[in-house]
T-cell receptor, first 113, second 116 residues
């Protein structure tokens, strides 16, 4: 079982719709959770971080964390064509691996006009 | 805030030569810097973790004598690819965590290395 798994893509949504990206992780001691956006040929860009259970909203983005279910998601409201990218879920744990990110395989999102 | 730069953005070198890539945190002090490599259509692969003033920790399978990392200050880390070969051609990306942050990693723009 992979440490961080994302829902298989690619995901295609029409402009204006809600895009839902999901991620599960296997290590119960995971502490910090991140969503990165990566455009083709570019480096990842941090768009959301979440550390405690519940929802965190930032503009059109909402991250949801459920530690009991080991699940983190990202909702993008009013999706725009410019949101088309690969979305990476990343998780950190403590201990000797402090600060190291474990990435999911990424979900390719396409928002079509 | 939290801007990370890399230099150069793109480099072409001949096989057998060495290439140095710089990673700088521009507006914050970085406790730790990370170096990644990404091949086309693949996920990021962590190569090493670098802390200021100490030796880098390399991931399994990454040759420390080939990929030399120096972390001279809280704002600068360098990666030197020694005796580069065509199979080293890749997209190299660094990231940094803020000294007072909650281990959020901010990525540099990446360096595209082509070895001919």
């Amino acid at each position: 079982q992979k440490e961080v798994e994302q829902n298989s893509g690619p995901l295609s949504v029409p402009e204006g719709a809600i895009a839902s990206l999901n991620c599960t992780y296997s290590d119960r001691v995971s502490q910090s959770f991140f969503w990165y956006r990566q455009y083709s040929g570019k480096s990842p860009e941090l768009i959301m971080s979440i550390y405690s259970n519940g929802d965190k909203e930032d503009g059109r983005f909402t991250a949801q964390l459920n530690k009991a279910s080991q699940y983190v998601s990202l909702l993008i409201r009013d999706s725009q064509p410019s949101d088309s990218a690969t979305y990476l879920c990343a998780v950190t744990t403590g201990g000797t691996s402090y600060g190291k990110l474990t990435f999911g395989q990424g979900t390719i999102l396409t928002v079509h006009p | 805030g939290a801007v990370v730069s890399q230099h150069p953005s793109r480099v072409i070198c001949k096989s057998g030569t060495s290439v140095k890539i710089e990673c700088r945190s521009l507006d914050f002090q970085a406790t730790t810097m990370f170096w990644y490599r990404q091949f086309p259509k693949q996920s990021l692969m962590l190569m090493a973790t670098s802390n200021e003033g100490s030796k880098a920790t390399y991931e399994q399978g990454v040759e420390k004598d080939k990929f030399l990392i120096n972390h001279a200050s809280l704002t600068l880390s360098t990666l030197t690819v020694t005796s580069a070969h065509p199979e080293d051609s890749s997209f190299y990306i660094c990231s940094a965590t803020h000294l007072t942050g909650r281990n959020e990693q901010y990525f540099g723009p990446g360096t595209r290395l082509t070895v001919t």
